[in-house]
């Protein structure tokens, strides 16, 4: 089955810096990699997602890029703020999705 | 419009007891996926349902849980004799279709399952 690595677990970041995760799956079928934001107590919430037939994708100042070859997909936050702060989870699947381990990002003032 | 809803938000149990928790998914979505979480990880997959039937049940880790859906809506999760090891955040999502590609999946706010 499908397994999903997550780097790195913790990461903290200048407000105003970039910060960037990266996670890696094993299986090829995968063509579904959506990024979620998950703040204590809340519910996650999708803040972007790329399909297996596009390779970068853009929304203000978040990005996800999905290397096929290497099966590995990496979310790319710019110009951080401090609402930004959060765990963040990659996934990948088709209908059923597989997380990975989550990535506690904190933006400091 | 409305969100994913589920009920209850809370529920505390003693071992060895039955529940059942309930998801309501976004009207119009067919497909509807039951996650589990524990504190400190990602979502874990459970089911799967495409309208009424269960396309994969194969992240139910045991026969203690068993989910339904039976007019293709409401969904309720079922939970039999209860272990603490089943203390955990149970998230409910749902998405416009099911298929080949898949659609985005909107998650409701999860019932927090406590096993005394």
């Known amino acids: 089955g499908e397994n999903v690595e997550q780097h790195p677990s913790t990461l903290s970041v200048q407000e105003g810096d970039s910060a960037v995760i990266k996670c890696t799956y094993s299986?090829?079928?995968?063509?579904?990699f959506p990024w979620y934001k998950q703040e204590l107590g809340k519910r996650p919430q999708l803040i972007i997602d790329?399909?297996?037939?596009?390779g970068e994708k853009k929304d203000q100042r978040i990005a996800v890029t999905l290397n096929k070859t290497a099966k590995h997909f990496s979310l790319h936050i710019t110009e951080t703020q401090p609402e930004d702060s959060a765990v963040y989870f990659c996934?990948?699947?088709?209908?059923?999705?597989?997380f990975g381990q989550g990535t506690r990002l904190t933006i400091n003032p | 419009g409305a969100g994913v809803s589920q009920t209850p938000s809370n529920k505390v149990t003693e071992k060895g007891k039955y529940v059942e928790l309930r998801c309501d998914p976004i009207?119009?979505?067919?497909?509807l996926y039951w996650y589990r979480q524990s504190l400190g990880q990602g979502p874990e997959f459970l089911i799967y349902?495409?309208?009424?039937?269960?396309?994969?049940d194969s992240g139910l880790p045991n026969d203690r849980f068993f989910a339904v859906r039976p007019e293709g809506s409401v969904s309720t999760l079922k939970i039999q004799r209860t272990e603490r090891g089943d203390s955990a955040v149970y998230l409910c999502?749902?998405?416009?279709?099911?298929?080949?590609?898949?659609?985005?999946?909107?998650f409701g706010p999860g019932t927090r399952l406590t096993v005394l």
């Open positions: 999502a749902s998405s416009l279709a099911g298929g080949g590609m898949a659609d985005t999946q909107y």
């Open positions: 299986d090829s079928a995968s063509n579904y």
């Open positions: 790329i399909r297996s037939n596009v």
């Open positions: 996934a990948a699947g088709a209908q059923k999705l597989v």
């Open positions: 009207s119009g979505h067919t497909a």
């Open positions: 349902f495409q309208g009424t039937g269960a396309a994969d």
